[in-house]
């Protein structure tokens, strides 16, 4: 015990800590009991039950004797006392959840406790649609960077797959959407059926742990894919721009791979570009009719392209810039001057296009495979909202979704499994031209 100040510090031992955690454990035990019986009639009912049964057996323990008055009394009030303290122990009852403490041990065996060497405690399990189980955890000292962090660990310790993880409101509870390893990551093969014809902000990206994981283009407009080689990510790129076309919108697609990844089909129901200068000329339109939109949208006094076609029932496409390996088409190096001034004009011109595109309905799809930092310029970067990663190094990664979990999360020699920037993963839908 060391005083400084007139403040007394204490260094509570390993035995105190302990202690103090298994209270605080039973606490939030009897707490859920309580939460249980309040919010399940079934719950309610069987904590009833309990205590009428507490009652019962105070009354037999503690009925009248032929005694003197004062003793009766006194055995009543024992009565009473020893009643209220079988209370906390009906509601722990109802408010245990199987297995865990079990899930605790396995916790402390894997290494994921705090700096005191206490595991997190389960104080609730809810089974929630898509076969999905919501489990809550009471935990000091266990920020949310550190679940994230750990996510790999933690799927170890419970032998399902973490969906998402969600911070309670007092920062003491945590609590984990997870599923049953099964059969999520298969193989999928595309279907045309699966395009959402009606909403031509939405596109279908893959199959997450609950369901299709879909983005949408009026709320984050777009999208940058990496992956190392043989990742998935081309066959994803594809699978986008099908679901585009079939949506009615103008794409548009820089090739310049000398059309190995985009054959006749893309040449019959898209614009394909292959040459610098092209593309450059592509961009100036593309910024021009964006400034055309600008004009229109300030006549109707809409907000956006949804709003401009609910005010007005005229329709526009949506127009959709691709590139396969932007990172090549952007690269200077050993560039001439004349070469280096082009590639500048198509940086500024992606730029306008990132920065204003979202509510004029001009949308870019960008995919890379190069572990550089300096694959796009920043304004160009930091406007791509939607990021995607597969297979690929913690470079890569890193650069991509802003950290390693596409390193870490997923397999070597997973094809088509791909991880978002806010940590979902999922599973690319396999398009192949032969599909359509």
Same mark, same amino acid.
């Given at each position: 015990m060391n005083s400084r100040k007139g403040i007394v510090m204490t260094n509570p031992s390993n035995n105190d800590l302990n202690?103090?955690?298994?209270?605080?454990?039973?606490l939030c035990t009897v707490k859920n009991g309580f939460y249980n019986a309040a919010t399940n009639p079934r719950k309610r009912n069987l904590l009833i039950v309990l205590l009428l049964l507490d009652a019962l057996l105070c009354a037999v323990i503690y009925r009248p004797h032929n005694i003197p008055a004062v003793l009766n009394n006194i055995m009543v009030i024992f009565g009473i006392m020893t009643f209220i303290c079988f209370v906390p122990l009906c509601a722990a009852l109802i408010g245990y959840v199987p297995?865990?403490?079990?899930?605790?041990r396995?916790?402390?065996r894997v290494g994921f406790v705090n700096h005191a060497g206490e595991a997190p405690y389960l104080i609730r399990m809810e089974f929630l649609d898509h076969n999905v189980v919501a489990y809550t955890y009471s935990c000091t000292g266990f920020p949310l960077k550190k679940w994230i962090d750990a996510q790999l660990v933690i799927e170890t310790a419970l032998n399902m797959l973490i969906e998402s993880i969600h911070e309670g409101r007092d920062r003491r509870t945590i609590t984990l959407h997870c599923v049953q390893p099964g059969h999520v990551f298969d193989l999928l093969r595309w279907s045309d059926t699966y395009v959402l014809r009606h909403n031509d902000n939405l596109l279908i990206v893959g199959r997450g742990l609950t369901g299709d994981i879909i983005i949408d283009l009026n709320k984050t407009p777009h999208i940058l894919i990496g992956g190392n080689t043989g990742s998935g990510?081309?066959?994803l790129l594809r699978c986008i721009l099908w679901q585009c076309i079939q949506q009615s919108d103008i794409v548009y697609i820089a090739d310049f791979k000398g059309g190995v990844d985009f054959g006749k089909l893309w040449h019959r129901f898209s614009h394909? =570009?292959?040459?610098?200068?092209?593309?450059?000329?592509?961009?100036?339109?593309?910024?021009?009719?964006?400034? $055309? %939109? #600008?004009? @229109?949208?300030?006549?109707?006094?809409?907000?956006?392209?949804?709003?401009?076609?609910?005010?007005?029932?005229?329709?526009?496409?949506? =127009?959709?810039?691709s590139c396969d390996e932007v990172a090549e088409l952007l690269d200077k190096t050993g560039?001439?001057? $004349? %070469? #280096?001034? @082009?590639?500048?004009?198509?940086?500024a011109r992606l730029s306008t296009l990132a920065r204003q595109g979202r509510a004029f309905g001009i949308h870019l799809v960008l995919a890379t495979q190069r572990p550089d930092a300096n694959i796009l310029p920043g304004q160009i970067k930091n406007n791509l909202n939607v990021r995607i990663c597969g297979r690929a190094d913690a470079t890569l990664s890193t650069i991509i979704i802003g950290?390693?979990?596409?390193?870490e999360q997923i397999p070597s020699d997973a094809q088509g499994r791909f991880i978002t920037a806010d940590g979902t993963v999922f599973q690319a839908y396999y398009f192949d031209d032969s599909l359509v």
């Open positions: 202690a103090r955690t298994n209270l605080r454990n039973f297995g865990a403490l079990e899930m605790q396995n916790f402390s990510k081309t066959v394909i =570009i292959t040459t610098e200068k092209d593309l450059l000329e592509l961009l100036n339109r593309l910024v021009d009719e964006l400034e $055309e %939109r #600008k004009k @229109l949208f300030v006549e109707a006094d809409a907000s956006n392209i949804t709003d401009y076609f609910q005010k007005t029932n005229h329709f526009l496409n949506r =127009i959709i810039f560039a001439d001057k $004349e %070469r #280096k001034e @082009l590639l500048s004009q198509i940086e950290d390693g979990r596409a390193a």
